[in-house]
C-alpha cells in the first residue's frame, strides 16, 4: 500500500510562496512566522517593513526581541503605563540597529520626554514620526535643550500635536545637520483671531532662526495650527527657498500679506495649504505672484478668497489641483476669474459654497474631477453649465445635496462623455425623469453611482440601461416602491459589485428571477425593516455565489424561509451581520448559517435573541470562522455557549459582553489561545 503523501504550505516553489505571503495582513505575517524556519526565514528576508495599528509596551519589547530584521517600524497607538516608557524605545533602537524608519502614535497615560527619545533615536534614524494621540498630552518637550547630540542621518522629522512642545524652528533644523528633508510640528490648535473665542493656550514658535546655506535640503515644512504670522511666512520663505516644495500653514494667521523685494523667486515650492487662514484676494494675488511657475497644488479652504480681484501676472500652467471648499465669499464672477488662471487644472472642489454656475471663460480640457457637493444655489442652470463645459472630460462628478433635477441635461447634445463616477445624494428634485436625463447622458460609462437619501419617486418609466455600473447606492430611498426598484435593478448591467439598499421600505418581489448579478460582491440591507426573507432569498438567488458581504443589521428577517429553499448554487458569504435582527430566530439561524457557513468567516449576532439552545443537538460547520460576535444575546450559560462553539473549530475572536458565562469558561478559552473579550 502506497504511503500518503503530505505537503505543507513550505513546500511550494519559492515564487508562489513568496507572493502568497506578501498578500498577508500583519497579524498573519506574525502567525506565519511561527510555523516554521523556512516560513520564518521567508518573512524576515522579504518583509522589513512593520505597520501596527495598536501595541502595548509589552508586546513592543516581544516584537523587539523576536523579529531579525525591521527596516521600517509604524505603530499607530502605542499604549500602556510604564514610568520609564522610553526605555523600550531604547530596547528596540538596541536590538535593532539597522532600523531606519519610526513612526510612534503615542496613546497612554505613559509621560515620555522628547529630548530623551531624540537622543535615543535620532543618531541612528533616517526618518522619525512621533505624535501624541491620546486625549490628555502624554509627551513633554523638558529635557530637549542639553540634547544637542547631531542628527546627522535624519531625513524627516515629525512631531505632531505635542501640545505643551514651543519649538525653536532654526535650533531643530540645526540640530539635524542641514540634512533635513521634511520637518512636521502640526497642532490640533486653530490660530484665528476671528474666531468667536480662542483657545487658551495656541502654540507658537519661539524664534525663527534661518541659515541660508544650512537648510538647503528641505523639502517639506508643515506648521498646520502653529502661530505663524505673514512675517514668519516671509521669514520661511526667504530662508528655505532653494529647495522647499511643501509648505502646510493652514489654521494660523497668514493673510498673505508678505513683504519680498523684487528679487526674490520661489521656483521650487508646488504644494502650498493655506485652510483656514485669513487669506483674501490681496494676500493670494501677492502669494500667487511668486510661486505661478511651479504650484501644483493650491489649498484654499474656508479662507475670505473671493476670486473677483485676484491678480496673477501669469498663468498657473502648472496648477493641477485647486480646493475652494467652505469659501463663504466666492462668487461665480470669482470662480470664472480664478478658472481662467488654472488652465491645466484636473481637480476643483468647490463644495459648500454659494455659486449657482460656473461659467470659463476658456475650456478646461484636462479637468477630470469636479466636487460641488453642498452648494445649495446650484440648479439647472448651473447643471446646464456643467454639461456644456466639463462632461466631455469629467469623469468623477459631485452633486450631492444640491437643488439640480437633471431636466436640463435633455437639451445637452454631446458627443463623447467619459463620466465615470455620479454622487446625486440627497438631491431631492431628480425625480424619474431627471434620472433618465442623467443615464440617457453618461449611464454608458457609469462605474459609481450615488442615489441615497433621494426622493425617486415614479421609477417605472426609466429606459436606459448601465452596463457598466460597479457600485450603486440606494441607502434612505424611503419612497421607492418595490416594483419602482424592480425597474432599476432590470437597467443594471451583469457588472454590479456593491449594491446598498439599507434604510428603504422594500419587503419582496422587488427583483425579477431572470436578472442575474454573477459579479455581486457586497450586498447591504441594513434598517430595511420591511424585508421579508422571501424577498431576501430571491436577491441572493440572483448574486449567484460571488456574494462575500452581506448586512442585514436591523432588518425584519427570522430566516425561517430559508428552511423551504434549495440552493442551485451554494452562498460563499464571507461576512454576516446580523446584529439587532429582533425576529431572527435560533432555527432561522441554523438554515442560514446551513446555506452560507462553508466559507464564513465573520458572523456578528449583536443584540439578537438567540440563546444557544439551538445548537447543542445541531450538526454544523463553520471551520473558517474566525470572529463571532454575541453580545448582547441571551445565552443561558457555559453549555449553551459550548454548543455554539463546537461548530467553530478555528474561532480566533469571540465578543461576549453581557452575557451568563461563567468567569471559569472565559479564562479556558482564553488558555486555548482564543482572543475574549
Not at 534614524?125 to 523638558?142: H, P, R, T, Y
Not at 442560514?592 to 449576532?605: E, W
Not at 438567540?610 to 463553520?622: A, E, R, W
Amino acid at each position: 500500500m502506497a504511503s500518503k503523501c503530505s505537503a505543507g504550505f513550505e513546500d511550494l516553489p519559492y515564487l508562489p510562496l513568496q507572493k502568497i505571503v506578501q498578500m498577508l495582513d500583519y497579524r498573519d505575517k506574525m502567525s506565519v512566522r511561527l510555523v516554521n524556519t523556512t516560513l520564518r526565514f521567508l518573512l524576515e528576508k522579504d518583509f522589513r517593513h512593520w505597520k501596527f495599528k495598536k501595541l502595548d509596551f509589552y508586546q513592543l519589547r516581544r516584537f523587539s526581541n523576536e523579529v531579525n530584521l525591521v527596516k521600517e517600524l509604524k505603530i499607530k497607538h502605542l499604549y500602556g503605563h510604564n514610568p520609564r516608557p522610553e526605555d523600550h524605545i531604547e530596547n528596540l533602537m538596541e536590538e535593532h540597529p539597522e532600523l531606519d524608519r519610526l513612526h510612534l502614535g503615542l496613546s497612554s497615560s505613559s509621560q515620555y520626554c522628547l529630548g530623551k527619545l531624540l537622543k535615543i533615536c535620532g543618531h541612528i534614524l533616517i526618518g522619525l514620526s512621533i505624535s501624541d494621540e491620546g486625549n490628555a498630552s502624554s509627551v513633554s518637550s523638558c529635557c530637549i535643550d542639553p540634547y544637542h547630540d547631531r542628527l546627522p542621518q535624519l531625513e524627516t522629522l515629525h512631531l505632531d500635536y505635542i501640545e505643551d512642545f514651543v519649538p525653536d524652528l532654526g535650533s531643530l533644523l540645526e540640530l539635524a545637520d542641514g540634512q533635513l528633508e521634511s520637518l512636521s510640528l502640526c497642532t490640533r490648535s486653530q490660530c484665528r483671531p476671528n474666531l468667536p473665542q480662542l483657545p487658551l493656550e495656541y502654540i507658537p514658535l519661539t524664534e525663527l532662526r534661518f541659515i541660508q546655506e544650512t537648510f538647503i535640503y528641505l523639502k517639506e515644512l508643515y506648521l498646520n495650527g502653529r502661530a505663524i504670522s505673514d512675517m514668519d511666512l516671509a521669514k520661511i520663505l526667504t530662508s528655505l527657498w532653494r529647495c522647499l516644495q511643501t509648505l502646510d500653514v493652514g489654521k494660523t494667521m497668514v493673510r498673505g500679506n508678505v513683504c519680498l523685494s523684487e528679487e526674490d523667486n520661489f521656483p521650487k515650492l508646488q504644494v502650498l495649504n493655506l485652510q483656514n487662514c485669513l487669506v483674501d484676494d490681496e494676500g493670494l494675488s501677492t502669494l500667487l505672484a511668486l510661486f505661478s511657475s511651479s504650484l501644483t497644488s493650491v489649498n484654499l479652504q474656508a479662507t475670505l478668497v473671493s476670486g473677483e480681484t485676484v491678480l496673477c501676472p501669469d498663468k498657473l500652467l502648472q496648477l493641477s489641483s485647486l480646493e475652494l471648499s467652505c469659501c463663504r465669499y466666492l462668487s461665480n464672477e470669482g470662480l470664472c476669474e480664478l478658472l481662467f488662471l488654472c488652465p491645466n487644472l484636473i481637480t476643483l472642489d468647490a463644495s459648500e459654497s454659494h455659486i449657482s454656475r460656473i461659467m470659463v471663460i476658456q475650456p478646461l480640457t484636462s479637468l477630470t474631477t469636479l466636487n460641488l457637493k453642498s452648494c445649495w444655489s446650484l440648479a439647472d442652470d448651473g447643471l446646464h453649465d456643467i454639461a456644456q463645459n466639463f462632461l466631455g472630460t469629467l469623469k468623477s462628478l459631485d452633486l450631492s445635496r444640491t437643488q439640480v433635477s437633471g431636466n436640463s441635461l435633455a437639451e445637452v447634445d454631446l458627443d463623447h462623455v467619459c463620466l465615470e463616477d455620479l454622487s446625486l445624494q440627497r438631491c431631492i428634485n431628480v425625480k424619474a425623469q431627471g434620472l433618465s436625463s442623467f443615464l440617457a447622458t453618461a449611464g454608458k460609462t457609469l462605474k459609481s453611482l450615488n442615489l441615497s437619501e433621494g426622493n425617486l419617486v415614479g421609477s417605472a418609466s426609466i429606459e436606459y440601461t448601465v452596463p457598466e455600473l460597479e457600485t450603486l447606492d440606494l441607502r434612505g430611498c424611503g419612497k421607492m416602491t418595490n416594483s419602482e426598484l424592480s425597474v432599476i435593478l432590470e437597467s443594471l448591467g451583469q457588472k454590479l459589485k456593491t449594491l446598498n439598499l439599507s434604510m428603504m421600505n422594500i419587503s419582496e418581489n422587488f427583483i425579477s428571477a431572470r436578472i442575474k448579478f454573477p459579479a455581486m460582491e457586497s450586498l447591504d440591507f441594513s434598517q430595511s425593516k420591511k424585508l421579508t426573507d422571501l424577498g431576501l432569498i430571491q436577491m441572493l438567488g440572483a448574486c449567484c455565489n460571488g456574494l462575500q458581504h452581506l448586512d442585514l443589521s436591523c432588518s425584519s428577517i427570522s430566516g425561517e424561509g430559508f428552511s423551504k429553499t434549495s440552493w442551485t448554487s451554494p452562498l460563499r458569504l464571507e461576512t454576516l451581520l446580523l446584529a439587532d435582527c429582533k425576529q431572527l430566530t435560533e432555527r432561522g439561524l441554523v438554515q442560514i448559517l446551513r446555506a452560507c457557513g462553508a466559507h464564513l468567516k465573520n458572523l456578528s449576532l449583536f443584540f439578537t435573541s438567540i440563546t444557544g439552545v439551538g445548537f447543542t443537538d445541531c450538526v454544523l460547520d463553520l471551520p473558517n470562522l474566525r470572529e463571532l460576535n454575541l453580545v448582547g444575546c441571551k445565552l443561558e450559560g457555559d453549555e449553551e455557549l459550548e454548543g455554539m462553539l463546537s461548530m467553530c473549530s478555528n474561532l480566533q475572536t469571540l465578543q461576549l459582553m453581557k452575557q451568563s458565562i461563567s468567569k471559569e469558561y472565559v479564562a479556558d478559552l482564553r488558555r486555548q489561545g482564543m482572543m475574549v473579550v
